[in-house]
């Protein structure tokens, strides 16, 4: 099974947040691609069951007939996006009410659609409580009208119940903006008493920048009384005892009294709505940003391996010239110390692939540490301590969990960043590393019980107050200014956390601190690998012919000079075509090395190629991007190599092709 890419990891992440929407993602032809968890509840469907299907599948019959997929593919080539609310097919053949988003991707390595789904069938039956509340409190009104005459007391009480067990917020007011008569809902919704409302200008309940309008939006409903929405083509918006704003759906009903005309106003919270719309308004600006990320990274890993190539094929040429080998050798640690910046932009933009393994937490947290102290300046004293805290009868070798490196590094990098936004004035930052065992009477529901490994970053700053506490995993919710924060950093954090099999806990003093701890799940010590060297000289020849394919004048120059200068016949070709051609005339090869992203034939598309001209033939793909998801599972005599890599990795993995290939030359 493939790993998933990076925008469908992140979006899964805040998608399981929200727990009513799903997003799919898919080939430019409308073939499904990736179908997460979130979808895969919403839609019925197994994942693996409808990888490479059409997203037809999801549509009822009539819609088919309509051919509305096709339209709905047309409009969002066309247009960027294409946005509509209809029924949806689920595997078991029922239907639902779906908003569906159709969002075109411009990236030209992963080209294709984004299928956003959210089931309205919550809104739908709120809209329709909403209706046949309208329609409850008319009838109700028709019947108080006719026992009015016979018993006035008795039917005001029947009308107030009426409106108390309403699932909807009511507020009755009379023509003077004056609040008569609210019901429970509207005490949660707004945060009041029953007491605090009553008898209140109705004006305490909208927000200040609409106050102005409000007079003579009632004016004009008591002109001319009916039943209607309020605003409508306006924005509408509540103000909560709290101060905060939300945006609502009012629905208005005229009542005649003894004491005078009333309006009774039904109010519906279409918070989650617009949660979703900022949601997917973020998703697109952070699919721009992971695309622009992830072109950067490609060119600039191409300057870096001309340049440490270069560097390391000057370092041959300058040996017994103390000077300048050390001039060489510090250019040498530039380029490297640029492959790792490279690394952290990629993790942290999430367009990294994702694939989970083995982690030494120590080293994890040095390098990770290394790249904190440059980015949250001078003066935030960072401290980094492994502790023992380790489970009875643990082995020897460090503490270790099984997650995704590159993700945990991302995860520590936002939690350190949000606790530099507490310390304006600079203070102490300490991560620190233990293991722990959750027993069953510490177990939830998200935290079995078991082995964890523990992250904690600890922070001298403002602390978090315990009113909002139980709010800083929603996503959007953020207190830094606009602009600032998108209130999303710490709900990815707490989905990486779940998927991973673990959870994030999180302890505050306001004005002493706050402590977030990420717990993972904990696994044994591997034995130790052999450890990789710094760039060197090549200590063993090679014997062979190679094929060198590289778009890149310089990158094909280096490369070039790595694989002669170790002893192989090299034939160099600057485009998948000419390599393709002289595979087509006969020529005789022990290996191909590779580019993957070329103009015209690409390196993927050269391998194809070369499986059904010479099957078997040893292949090396080199690439800058951070993945090449559309080769999948490779063959055997198929390897990876990202760039920049060193000359002894280059000739490492080609001399182990090379040496493990089977049978005559071709």
Sequence with gaps: MRSPQPLDADLDCVVEALGDSAVIRLSPEGDIRHLGAAAARLLGHVPEAVLGRHFRLFYPPEALAADQPAVELNAARRDGRCAVEAERLRQD???????SILLARSDPAEPGFLLVLRDLTARERLRQELEEAQQEVERRLAELALLRRASRGAGEERFRQVVEAAPNAMVMINAAGQIEMVNAQAERVFGYRRDEMLGRPVDMLVPEGSRDLHPALRRGFFAQPQSRPMGAGRDLHGLRKDGSEFPVEIGLNP?????????????????????LE?????????????????????DFNNLLQTMMGSMEILQDRVLGDLASEELVASSIDAALRGARLTHHLLAFSRKQVLRPSQIEIAALLRKTVAMLERTLGPKIRIRALEEAGAPAGDQAGGLQAFADPAQLEACILNLAINARDAMPRGGSLTIRAYGTRI????????????DYAVLSVEDTGSGIKDEILDKIFEPFFTTKDVGEGSGLGLPMVLGYARQSGGDVRVASLPGQGTRVEVLLPRIAPAEPAAEVGRPGPVAQPGCGRVLLVDDAPDVLQTLGAFLSGAGYEVTRCASGDEALQVVAEGAQLDCVVTDYAMPGLSGVDLLLRLAELRPGLPVLVVTGYPGVEPLGDLPQHVEILRKPFPRAELLRRVAALVAGRVGPRG
């Design 93 to 99: 053949g029922t239907r639902f009410q779906a908003a």
């Design 255 to 275: 009542i005649e009294t003894e004491d005078g005309p009333m309006v009774l106003s039904a109010i519906l919270d279409m918070s989650a709505r617009v949660q």
């Design 278 to 298: 900022a949601l997917l308004r973020q998703a697109q600006k952070m699919e721009a940003v992971g695309r622009l990320t992830a072109g950067v990274a490609h």
């Design 439 to 450: 027993g069953p009477d510490e177990a939830t529901e998200t935290l079995q019980p078991g």
